[in-house]
């Protein structure tokens, strides 16, 4: 079983870019559709467990990071205190579940999961960007997360909402204590030296 495990994880490793990384934008698309597609908004979440699983080689993961980056500093929120968005362009209405659920066409960009803020979307983006050493940022949003932590920014009684939050910071999601949005401590804990991950990291690694 271990065997077929680490062979499933070599063929989707070598397979990866050629289906889902963006020639146009240099990182990683959410999804690939029927019709030969590519559905891009720019999301944080994706590229972090895809590079921190190391999906790209090292070269590529870096291009894709840097844009990230780029573009969350030229038009992504003006810090991270509460949270990353999961995306950094706003969801097309016929590819997202917000209208179809709530049947309505208004804008739901920076908002719940079109670009909301969460603790979740951080987690493993910040630990492919300290993998890759893309740095410019990563002090100051773990910094920024730490005192969004310590306010109390990602939990709420219930139906608070707190789990997500827009720009501005209100919160728009549905539960209010979601654990997810705890994991990005792991990562604040490594950057802060209080802990040491483990080597290899994720399992397989790499193959």
């Known amino acids: 079983l271990v065997f077929r495990c680490r062979q499933a ?30 559905h891009d908004y720019a999301f ?6 895809a590079l921190a699983f190391g999906l790209l080689d090292d070269a590529r993961a870096k291009v894709a990071l840097t844009a990230l980056e780029l573009k969350r500093k030229k038009s992504g929120p003006p810090n991270s205190k ?6 950094l362009l706003p969801i097309r209405e016929e590819d997202q579940m917000l209208a179809k659920a709530f049947k309505t066409n208004n804008p ?16 493993y983006y910040l630990r492919a960007l300290a993998k890759y050493g893309v740095r410019e ?11 969004g ?16 939050r827009s720009w501005e910071g209100l919160p728009t999601g549905y ?13 604040i804990a490594i950057e ?3 802990i040491q991950p483990t080597d290899p990291e994720w399992w397989p690694a790499n193959g």
């Open 44 to 49: 944080l979440w994706v590229n972090g467990v």
């Open 175 to 187: 539960e209010g204590t979601l654990c997810s949005c705890f994991g990005s401590m792991y990562a």
């Open 192 to 194: 802060e030296g209080i």
């Open 108 to 123: 739901t960009f920076e908002t719940y999961t079109d670009g909301g803020l969460s603790g979740w979307s951080a987690t």
């Open 9 to 38: 994880a070599i063929k989707l490793r070598e397979s990866y870019p050629s289906f889902l990384l963006n020639p146009e934008t240099g990182w990683v698309a959410g999804w690939r559709s029927r019709d030969n597609q590519l």
């Open 137 to 147: 940022q990563l002090g100051e949003t773990v910094d920024e997360l730490k005192g």
């Open 149 to 164: 932590y310590a306010a109390g920014f990602f939990n709420g009684g219930n139906l608070s909402g707190h789990e997500f």
């Open 82 to 87: 509460m949270g990353l968005p999961g995306n």
